[in-house]
């Protein structure tokens, strides 16, 4: 049980494109969904939360209006990329939790992101 | 937020028990003690959590003490494919949750 799914697991793009991944749970409603970047070697930075139905909470440093979140419903939350420079080329990773806080996230496989 | 710290990196052979130690010293009265386990390329993977004393499932032990500042991640008889990060995160579903630098445990044949 508890299995999220994540996609694309890897994009390549030219700069200035816009890049949607989708982050959905399998079997499980997710109350809240998290979105992680990591690069090489590092471990993972958290960059939003997001709770079904409302406004993303932006981590400090993290452009909101770069990294456009939605969580329209309780087992998809999306993360768009705009714009998308070299320099946002990271991986990035999808979390998602049920209704019990103290219940474990679960996370997507992530999705590499790489612009040219 | 708990902070936590953990080995940067520990080297084990196949089959011997290996145990990850994480010190979180400022951890709160409600918070619980979540193991998770990293492959390259690949998201985390939810391990074991536990909030006081013992707890086992089908993969690991996690060992707290009472006074719940450390907590130890027992790992029975690994297998080269155990070769991963772990990570320690503390913590409870009203705060954010944030990672620590992980331990590499590399395991030799």
């Known amino acids: 049980g508890a299995v999220v799914s994540q996609h694309p697991s890897r994009v390549i793009c030219k700069s200035g494109t816009s890049v949607k991944i989708e982050c959905r749970s399998l079997d499980f409603q997710a109350t809240t969904m998290f979105w992680y970047r990591q690069f090489p070697k590092q471990s993972l930075m958290l960059m939003a939360t997001s709770n079904e139905g409302s406004k993303a909470t932006y981590e400090q440093g993290v452009e909101k209006d770069k990294f456009l979140i939605n969580h329209a419903s309780l087992t998809l939350s999306t993360l768009t990329v705009t714009s998308a420079h070299p320099e946002d080329s990271s991986f990035y990773i999808c979390?998602?939790?049920?209704?019990?806080?103290?219940?474990?996230?679960?996370f997507g496989d992530g999705t590499r992101l790489s612009i040219l | 937020l708990a902070k936590t710290t953990q080995p940067i990196s520990m080297d084990s052979y196949e089959g011997q028990e290996v145990n990850i130690t994480c010190s979180h010293n400022n951890i709160a009265t409600n918070d619980y003690i979540t193991w998770y386990q990293q492959f390259p390329s690949q998201g985390p993977r939810f391990i074991i959590q536990?909030?006081?004393t013992k707890v086992t499932n089908e993969v690991a032990s996690l060992f707290i003490p009472a006074d719940r500042k450390s907590s130890t991640l027992s790992l029975p008889r690994v297998s080269l494919s155990d070769t991963a990060v772990y990570y320690c995160l503390v913590g409870n579903g009203g705060f954010k949750t944030i990672f620590g630098a992980g331990t590499r445990l590399f395991v030799k044949a």
């Open positions: 536990g909030y006081k």
């Open positions: 979390s998602a939790r049920g209704g019990d806080r103290n219940q474990p996230q679960h």
